[in-house]
């Protein structure tokens, strides 16, 4: 009998250390999204393919070491497998960042889960290639998710997060104007968090923003830019002052212009601080433990 108490008394204990853990983690999913939602004196922070400096990118660690860093944001690559299973993969094909060869589309998921995923220094590590449904896993009630790569398919993935109860935290986005993505997916634009990107191409960029803002309110607008001058940036305030925020990457100079990474090491005033003062709620970064210490030593960040 004691034996039987004692054991009901782990399972107890055990169900209170979960209920309490799925708390913690939905208070944060809400605080990410509020923070998303009215981002005007906090800057969140997006790590590009996650934590690539200290684990392979687009790994399970390298979003598990964002969500240890405190970061906001992890971005991440989707593709689809010969058999259309997402996975997390930047380039096409596997080479660069697997031991294996050749296209994603040419593989298997079972046959991509013999392979081992590259650290940056080209070693093979001992992580796999994570399905989309893995790492949302990992990010569940943690970190917002960045899909890039998969506005072809975003009907897809967003089968995987309805499964995972992971579609309130994960960000879509892509180019297309509204028209084109509503005639692809029809409603489910309005099941998911959708963000447009708006560039110098952009063809008849102030009507672009105007038919996004009017018919369907995006939170944020990822805007590129080349140089200071940038038609892209002269649209940033009237976005803003339309409810959406601003989603700026810092990670090279066909992004950013001069107000790259790179410089932030040296100057981020000039880089990070730069793109903030032009408007930028939102900054991804290759370098995001530094950036949280930036924003943070200007009360800008928790």
């Known amino acids: 009998m004691l034996q039987i108490i004692t054991y009901t008394r782990h399972l107890f204990l055990i169900l209170v250390v979960l209920i309490n853990y799925q708390s913690v983690a939905q208070e944060r999913t809400e605080q990410l999204l509020k923070q998303l939602s009215n981002a005007d004196n906090y800057v969140l922070v997006a790590s590009h393919r996650g934590d690539w400096r200290n684990a392979p990118e687009n790994s399970v660690q390298a979003i598990k070491n964002c969500i240890k860093m405190g970061v906001d944001i992890v971005e991440i690559d989707v593709r689809l497998t010969k058999d259309s299973v997402p996975v997390l993969m930047h380039d096409a094909t596997i080479d660069r960042t ?26 093979a590590t001992r992580q796999k290639v994570p399905t989309l449904e893995e790492a949302m896993l990992a990010a569940k009630g943690q970190i917002l998710v960045n899909l890039d790569k998969c506005s072809g398919y975003m009907d897809n993935a967003a089968k995987v997060l309805l499964k995972t109860g992971t579609i309130n935290q994960a960000i879509f986005k892509g180019t297309n104007d509204i028209d084109q993505v509503r005639h692809q997916y029809g409603r489910l634009l309005d099941k998911i968090i959708f963000m447009p990107i708006i560039s110098e191409s952009t ?12 018919e369907y309110s995006p939170m944020a607008f990822e805007v590129v830019f080349t140089n200071d001058h940038s038609t892209t940036l002269s649209i940033i305030n009237s976005i803003k002052n339309r409810g959406a925020r601003i989603w700026i990457n810092t990670l090279w100079e066909s992004l950013c212009g001069p107000h790259d990474d790179d410089l932030a090491v040296e100057n981020p005033d000039a880089s990070w601080g730069w793109v903030i003062e032009r408007g930028a709620n939102i900054i991804q970064t290759d370098r995001p433990m530094q950036l949280l210490e930036y924003l943070r030593k200007k009360n800008l960040h928790l």
């Open 98 to 123: 697997t031991t294996g060869k050749g296209k994603v589309s040419d593989w298997t998921l079972d046959s991509l889960k013999t392979l081992f995923l590259k650290s940056g220094c080209d070693i």
């Open 203 to 214: 063809p008849y960029l102030e009507g672009y923003v105007d038919d996004y803002l009017t």
